[in-house]
C-alpha cells in the first residue's frame, strides 16, 4: 500500500516526506514525549535519519513497515505513528504512535490509533495488531481501550532505558474485533 492517506475527524495520516523532520524532532527530541518510549530524546540529525529511513522504506516491494505522519487535515504535523508487520506472525503486526505534547488532552491519540489500526485491518487485511506501553503510561492505557483494545498482559523486563530495565503492557485487537 503506497501511499498511505486516512482521513479521520480531525487528522489523517499520510506518508513522511522530508520536510517532516522538525516535526519529528519536536516529538522525538522531547524528553517529556519521549518519557514512556523506549528510547531517550533523539538529536535532530538522528530523527533527520530515521525520516530518511522511512522513506525509503515506503518503497520497498513487499512494504514490511509503515511509517507514518500524522497531521491536523492539510496542517502541521502533530504525531508520528508506525504499523510494522511481524515476520513471525501471518498477518500480523505492531504499531505504535506519538504525539507532540502540545497536542496533547485533545483526543488526538484516539483518533490517531483508531487511524492506524483501520489502516491496518482495512487496507492491508491484518488480522492481529498489537502495541506495548510503559507500567506508568496511564494516558496511552486508557487511549488504547478507547480505541477498543484488549490488555493482554505484561512483558517483564522488556525495554532497557536509562540503565533500567522496564516492562510493558501489551494492547491488541484483532480483525473480528474491529468490525
Do not use: C
Not at 8 to 13: N, V, W, Y
Not at 32 to 61: C, G, K, M, Y
Not at 104 to 113: D, F, N
Amino acid at each position: 500500500m503506497y501511499p498511505v492517506r486516512r482521513a479521520g475527524p480531525r487528522l489523517a495520516l499520510r506518508e513522511l516526506e522530508p520536510l517532516d523532520v522538525d516535526g519529528v524532532f519536536a516529538i522525538y527530541g522531547s524528553p517529556v514525549a519521549t518519557r514512556h518510549l523506549s528510547f531517550e530524546p533523539r538529536t535532530r540529525e538522528q530523527v533527520a535519519a530515521i525520516v530518511d529511513r522511512s522513506i525509503a522504506s515506503a518503497a520497498e516491494n513487499p512494504r514490511s513497515e509503515y511509517a507514518l505522519a500524522v497531521v491536523e487535515h492539510d496542517g502541521p504535523l502533530v504525531g508520528f505513528g508506525r504499523l510494522a508487520l511481524d515476520p513471525h506472525q501471518q498477518r500480523g503486526a505492531t504499531f505504535g504512535f506519538a504525539l507532540r505534547p502540545d497536542v496533547w488532552g485533545r483526543g488526538y491519540g484516539v483518533e490517531t490509533v483508531r487511524l492506524l489500526l483501520g489502516a491496518g485491518f482495512e487496507e492491508l487485511g491484518l488480522h492481529r495488531v498489537w502495541g506495548a506501553r510503559a507500567p506508568l503510561n496511564d494516558a496511552s492505557a486508557a487511549t488504547m481501550a478507547a480505541a477498543g483494545m484488549v490488555e493482554e498482559g505484561r512483558i517483564r523486563e522488556h525495554v532497557h532505558k536509562a540503565g533500567v530495565w522496564r516492562d510493558s503492557i501489551v494492547h491488541a485487537m484483532l480483525d473480528r474485533e474491529w468490525r
